[in-house]
Protein backbone atom coordinates (compact mmCIF):
# COMPACT_ATOMS: atom_id res chain seq x y z
CA UNK A 1 0.00 0.00 0.00
CA UNK A 2 2.80 2.39 0.65
CA UNK A 3 3.97 2.52 -2.96
CA UNK A 4 0.68 2.93 -4.28
CA UNK A 5 0.51 6.27 -6.66
CA UNK A 6 -1.40 9.59 -4.98
CA UNK A 7 -4.24 11.11 -7.28
CA UNK A 8 -1.49 14.23 -6.28
CA UNK A 9 1.20 12.24 -8.02
CA UNK A 10 -0.68 11.34 -11.38
CA UNK A 11 -1.82 14.85 -11.32
CA UNK A 12 2.16 15.93 -11.38
CA UNK A 13 3.03 12.94 -13.87
CA UNK A 14 0.23 14.41 -16.37
CA UNK A 15 1.05 17.75 -15.85
CA UNK A 16 4.83 17.14 -16.31
CA UNK A 17 4.32 15.05 -19.37
CA UNK A 18 1.83 17.86 -20.77
CA UNK A 19 3.78 21.17 -20.54
CA UNK A 20 7.21 19.52 -21.04
CA UNK A 21 9.14 20.63 -17.94
CA UNK A 22 9.14 20.53 -14.16
CA UNK A 23 8.42 24.45 -14.02
CA UNK A 24 5.89 24.61 -16.28
CA UNK A 25 4.07 21.89 -14.64
CA UNK A 26 4.77 23.79 -11.30
CA UNK A 27 3.42 27.12 -12.43
CA UNK A 28 0.39 24.82 -14.27
CA UNK A 29 -0.48 23.45 -10.21
CA UNK A 30 0.41 26.16 -8.13
CA UNK A 31 3.58 24.34 -6.77
CA UNK A 32 7.16 25.09 -6.54
CA UNK A 33 9.77 23.48 -9.03
CA UNK A 34 11.59 21.49 -6.45
CA UNK A 35 8.18 20.08 -4.80
CA UNK A 36 7.48 18.33 -8.80
CA UNK A 37 10.74 17.37 -9.26
CA UNK A 38 10.46 15.42 -5.52
CA UNK A 39 7.23 14.24 -6.61
CA UNK A 40 8.47 12.76 -9.75
CA UNK A 41 11.30 11.08 -8.28
CA UNK A 42 9.12 9.44 -5.55
CA UNK A 43 6.87 8.59 -8.23
CA UNK A 44 10.23 6.58 -10.56
CA UNK A 45 11.14 4.65 -7.14
CA UNK A 46 7.74 3.35 -6.25
CA UNK A 47 7.47 2.22 -10.44
CA UNK A 48 10.85 1.06 -10.01
CA UNK A 49 11.40 3.19 -13.85
CA UNK A 50 12.41 5.98 -14.83
CA UNK A 51 9.46 8.45 -16.32
CA UNK A 52 11.15 11.74 -17.88
CA UNK A 53 14.41 12.11 -19.82
CA UNK A 54 16.05 15.33 -18.27
CA UNK A 55 17.82 17.71 -20.29
CA UNK A 56 18.15 21.79 -21.24
CA UNK A 57 14.98 21.94 -23.22
CA UNK A 58 12.62 19.90 -20.39
CA UNK A 59 11.37 16.54 -19.24
CA UNK A 60 10.55 14.15 -21.98
CA UNK A 61 8.49 11.31 -21.28
CA UNK A 62 10.41 7.92 -21.79
CA UNK A 63 8.34 5.23 -23.14
CA UNK A 64 7.33 4.17 -19.70
CA UNK A 65 6.62 7.65 -19.20
CA UNK A 66 4.64 7.86 -21.95
CA UNK A 67 2.36 4.31 -20.95
CA UNK A 68 2.25 5.66 -17.05
CA UNK A 69 0.72 9.07 -17.75
CA UNK A 70 -2.00 7.33 -20.04
CA UNK A 71 -2.86 5.70 -17.26
CA UNK A 72 -2.64 8.21 -15.07
CA UNK A 73 -4.94 10.45 -17.26
CA UNK A 74 -7.29 7.82 -17.50
CA UNK A 75 -7.83 7.23 -13.74
CA UNK A 76 -7.87 10.78 -13.38
CA UNK A 77 -10.91 11.40 -15.68
CA UNK A 78 -12.61 8.47 -13.73
CA UNK A 79 -12.26 10.19 -10.61
CA UNK A 80 -13.43 13.31 -12.39
CA UNK A 81 -16.75 11.77 -13.05
CA UNK A 82 -17.15 9.76 -9.53
CA UNK A 83 -19.69 12.67 -8.38
CA UNK A 84 -21.42 12.57 -11.24
CA UNK A 85 -21.93 8.80 -11.22
CA UNK A 86 -22.98 9.05 -7.62
CA UNK A 87 -26.31 11.24 -7.93
CA UNK A 88 -29.30 8.84 -7.61
CA UNK A 89 -30.37 10.35 -11.06
CA UNK A 90 -27.68 9.70 -12.87
CA UNK A 91 -28.59 6.91 -15.32
CA UNK A 92 -31.60 9.33 -16.59
CA UNK A 93 -29.56 12.95 -16.24
CA UNK A 94 -25.67 12.65 -17.18
CA UNK A 95 -23.58 15.63 -16.83
CA UNK A 96 -20.61 17.10 -16.97
CA UNK A 97 -17.63 17.00 -19.50
CA UNK A 98 -17.84 15.00 -22.22
CA UNK A 99 -14.78 15.07 -24.32
CA UNK A 100 -14.94 13.33 -28.30
CA UNK A 101 -12.86 13.30 -30.79
CA UNK A 102 -12.93 12.45 -34.25
CA UNK A 103 -11.37 12.81 -37.70
CA UNK A 104 -12.41 15.55 -39.85
CA UNK A 105 -15.31 13.91 -42.13
CA UNK A 106 -17.02 11.84 -39.02
CA UNK A 107 -16.51 15.31 -37.34
CA UNK A 108 -18.62 17.58 -40.20
CA UNK A 109 -20.73 14.65 -41.35
CA UNK A 110 -21.83 12.75 -38.25
CA UNK A 111 -21.30 14.74 -35.11
CA UNK A 112 -23.63 17.81 -35.58
CA UNK A 113 -26.70 15.61 -35.63
CA UNK A 114 -25.29 13.71 -32.45
CA UNK A 115 -24.70 17.19 -30.85
CA UNK A 116 -28.03 18.40 -31.40
CA UNK A 117 -29.98 15.59 -29.76
CA UNK A 118 -27.81 15.68 -26.84
CA UNK A 119 -28.30 19.32 -26.19
CA UNK A 120 -32.16 18.24 -26.18
CA UNK A 121 -31.88 15.42 -24.12
CA UNK A 122 -28.84 15.67 -21.50
CA UNK A 123 -28.57 19.48 -21.24
CA UNK A 124 -26.38 19.20 -18.07
CA UNK A 125 -23.67 17.37 -20.44
CA UNK A 126 -20.72 19.48 -21.57
CA UNK A 127 -19.45 17.99 -25.42
CA UNK A 128 -16.04 19.04 -25.98
CA UNK A 129 -15.32 18.06 -29.27
CA UNK A 130 -11.61 17.76 -30.60
CA UNK A 131 -10.38 16.94 -34.40
CA UNK A 132 -7.46 14.95 -34.79
CA UNK A 133 -6.23 13.46 -37.96
CA UNK A 134 -7.00 9.71 -38.65
CA UNK A 135 -2.69 9.23 -38.78
CA UNK A 136 -0.68 6.93 -36.82
CA UNK A 137 -2.75 5.92 -33.67
CA UNK A 138 -5.21 8.65 -34.33
CA UNK A 139 -8.58 9.11 -32.92
CA UNK A 140 -8.25 5.78 -31.17
CA UNK A 141 -5.01 6.75 -29.40
CA UNK A 142 -6.39 9.89 -27.91
CA UNK A 143 -8.36 7.73 -25.94
CA UNK A 144 -5.91 5.20 -25.02
CA UNK A 145 -3.45 8.27 -23.74
CA UNK A 146 -6.72 9.58 -21.68
CA UNK A 147 -6.97 12.57 -23.50
CA UNK A 148 -10.40 11.39 -24.88
CA UNK A 149 -13.66 9.76 -23.33
CA UNK A 150 -14.90 8.70 -26.71
CA UNK A 151 -13.41 8.90 -30.38
CA UNK A 152 -15.19 8.11 -33.62
CA UNK A 153 -12.05 6.25 -35.80
CA UNK A 154 -11.55 4.09 -38.63
CA UNK A 155 -12.06 0.68 -37.18
CA UNK A 156 -8.79 -1.65 -37.30
CA UNK A 157 -7.14 -3.57 -34.37
CA UNK A 158 -8.07 -1.92 -31.34
CA UNK A 159 -5.74 -0.82 -28.80
CA UNK A 160 -5.28 -3.20 -26.09
CA UNK A 161 -6.98 -1.80 -22.83
CA UNK A 162 -9.63 -0.07 -25.22
CA UNK A 163 -13.11 -1.13 -26.45
CA UNK A 164 -14.65 -0.74 -30.19
CA UNK A 165 -18.02 -1.61 -31.99
CA UNK A 166 -19.27 -0.16 -35.69
CA UNK A 167 -21.16 2.45 -36.65
CA UNK A 168 -21.54 2.38 -40.14
CA UNK A 169 -19.20 1.82 -43.26
CA UNK A 170 -18.39 3.84 -45.72
CA UNK A 171 -16.76 3.33 -49.52
CA UNK A 172 -14.73 4.74 -51.60
CA UNK A 173 -15.40 6.83 -55.01
CA UNK A 174 -12.95 8.29 -57.86
CA UNK A 175 -13.04 12.18 -58.08
CA UNK A 176 -11.94 14.27 -61.27
CA UNK A 177 -12.80 16.82 -63.53
CA UNK A 178 -16.66 17.02 -64.97
CA UNK A 179 -16.09 15.91 -68.26
CA UNK A 180 -12.99 14.71 -68.73
CA UNK A 181 -12.98 11.12 -71.03
CA UNK A 182 -10.55 9.10 -69.08
CA UNK A 183 -10.77 10.03 -65.30
CA UNK A 184 -8.83 7.22 -64.44
CA UNK A 185 -5.84 8.49 -66.79
CA UNK A 186 -5.13 11.27 -64.59
CA UNK A 187 -2.40 11.53 -62.18
CA UNK A 188 -3.15 10.89 -58.33
CA UNK A 189 -3.35 13.34 -55.78
CA UNK A 190 -3.49 11.86 -52.29
CA UNK A 191 -3.12 13.13 -48.84
CA UNK A 192 -1.54 11.77 -45.67
CA UNK A 193 -4.61 10.46 -44.15
CA UNK A 194 -5.88 8.36 -47.53
CA UNK A 195 -4.34 4.92 -46.57
CA UNK A 196 -4.52 1.97 -43.97
CA UNK A 197 -4.79 -1.38 -44.37
CA UNK A 198 -8.63 -1.61 -45.06
CA UNK A 199 -7.77 -0.31 -48.26
CA UNK A 200 -4.53 -1.73 -49.11
CA UNK A 201 -5.59 -5.26 -50.53
CA UNK A 202 -7.85 -3.53 -53.01
CA UNK A 203 -5.08 -0.32 -54.13
CA UNK A 204 -2.74 -3.30 -54.90
CA UNK A 205 -4.67 -5.02 -56.70
CA UNK A 206 -5.45 -1.71 -59.64
CA UNK A 207 -2.35 -1.64 -61.96
CA UNK A 208 -3.87 1.66 -62.95
CA UNK A 209 -3.36 3.94 -59.73
CA UNK A 210 -0.34 5.41 -60.62
CA UNK A 211 2.16 6.53 -57.53
CA UNK A 212 0.53 10.21 -56.54
CA UNK A 213 2.33 12.63 -57.79
CA UNK A 214 0.98 15.64 -55.20
CA UNK A 215 0.62 14.55 -51.98
CA UNK A 216 -1.03 17.27 -49.22
CA UNK A 217 -1.57 17.18 -45.85
CA UNK A 218 -5.70 17.40 -46.34
CA UNK A 219 -8.46 16.14 -48.11
CA UNK A 220 -10.21 19.53 -49.41
CA UNK A 221 -7.47 20.41 -50.83
CA UNK A 222 -7.27 17.35 -52.35
CA UNK A 223 -10.75 18.09 -53.87
CA UNK A 224 -9.99 21.67 -54.95
CA UNK A 225 -6.74 20.21 -57.21
CA UNK A 226 -8.87 17.20 -58.83
CA UNK A 227 -11.84 20.11 -59.98
CA UNK A 228 -8.87 21.99 -61.57
CA UNK A 229 -7.89 18.97 -63.60
CA UNK A 230 -4.52 18.50 -62.04
CA UNK A 231 -5.84 14.87 -61.19
CA UNK A 232 -7.76 11.51 -60.01
CA UNK A 233 -8.44 11.39 -56.02
CA UNK A 234 -9.72 8.03 -54.52
CA UNK A 235 -11.77 9.52 -51.94
CA UNK A 236 -13.96 7.95 -48.42
CA UNK A 237 -17.66 8.68 -49.43
CA UNK A 238 -18.14 11.20 -46.49
CA UNK A 239 -14.93 13.01 -47.34
CA UNK A 240 -17.46 14.26 -50.78
CA UNK A 241 -19.29 16.48 -48.59
CA UNK A 242 -18.95 19.89 -49.97
CA UNK A 243 -17.78 19.50 -54.02
CA UNK A 244 -16.12 22.32 -55.36
CA UNK A 245 -17.04 23.51 -58.58
CA UNK A 246 -16.02 21.75 -61.67
CA UNK A 247 -15.63 18.29 -59.60
CA UNK A 248 -17.24 15.15 -60.35
CA UNK A 249 -17.48 11.72 -58.62
CA UNK A 250 -17.52 8.32 -60.67
CA UNK A 251 -18.22 4.92 -59.17
CA UNK A 252 -15.32 2.80 -58.37
CA UNK A 253 -16.84 -0.85 -59.60
CA UNK A 254 -18.52 -3.77 -57.68
CA UNK A 255 -14.87 -4.13 -55.99
CA UNK A 256 -14.58 -0.77 -54.58
CA UNK A 257 -13.10 -0.40 -51.45
CA UNK A 258 -14.70 0.59 -48.15
CA UNK A 259 -13.74 1.60 -44.66
CA UNK A 260 -15.67 1.33 -41.23
CA UNK A 261 -16.01 3.59 -38.60
CA UNK A 262 -17.14 3.09 -35.15
CA UNK A 263 -16.75 4.10 -31.29
CA UNK A 264 -13.86 4.14 -29.44
CA UNK A 265 -13.87 4.09 -25.96
CA UNK A 266 -11.95 2.33 -22.35
CA UNK A 267 -14.24 -0.37 -20.53
CA UNK A 268 -14.48 1.79 -17.35
CA UNK A 269 -16.19 4.88 -19.55
CA UNK A 270 -18.66 2.96 -21.29
CA UNK A 271 -19.64 2.15 -18.18
CA UNK A 272 -20.44 6.02 -17.28
CA UNK A 273 -23.80 7.50 -18.02
CA UNK A 274 -22.06 10.13 -19.81
CA UNK A 275 -20.50 8.04 -22.46
CA UNK A 276 -23.49 5.15 -22.54
CA UNK A 277 -25.71 8.67 -23.18
CA UNK A 278 -23.89 9.25 -26.05
CA UNK A 279 -23.48 5.52 -27.66
CA UNK A 280 -27.48 5.40 -27.51
CA UNK A 281 -27.59 8.64 -29.67
CA UNK A 282 -24.45 7.40 -31.68
CA UNK A 283 -26.89 4.35 -32.67
CA UNK A 284 -30.01 6.60 -33.00
CA UNK A 285 -29.08 9.66 -35.42
CA UNK A 286 -29.87 8.95 -38.71
CA UNK A 287 -26.63 8.65 -41.14
CA UNK A 288 -25.60 10.98 -43.37
CA UNK A 289 -26.06 10.64 -47.40
CA UNK A 290 -22.42 8.04 -48.33
CA UNK A 291 -22.72 6.24 -44.45
CA UNK A 292 -24.03 2.38 -44.94
CA UNK A 293 -25.41 0.95 -41.46
CA UNK A 294 -23.95 -1.82 -40.04
CA UNK A 295 -25.59 -4.49 -38.08
CA UNK A 296 -26.37 -4.07 -34.93
CA UNK A 297 -26.30 0.13 -35.09
Not at 48 to 72: I, S
Not at 87 to 102: T, Y
Not at 229 to 246: K, N, Y
Amino acid sequence: MADELLPQELRILVAVADSGGFTAAAGRLGLTQSAVSHAVRGCERKLGAVLFERGRRGAVPTAAGERVAGHARRILRLLAALPAEARPQAPERPSGPLRIVAFRSAAVQVLPAVLARLAAEHPELEPQVRVVRDLGRGTAGEVADGRADLALATLGPVPPGLVAAPLYREEYALAHRQGHPDPRSLPLVDWDENCGSYTADWWRRQDWIPPATINVSDDTVVLSMAARGLGMAIMPRLSLDRLPDGLAVSDLGPDRPSRQVGYVTTPELARTAAVRALIRTLRAVPLPDGAIAVDGR
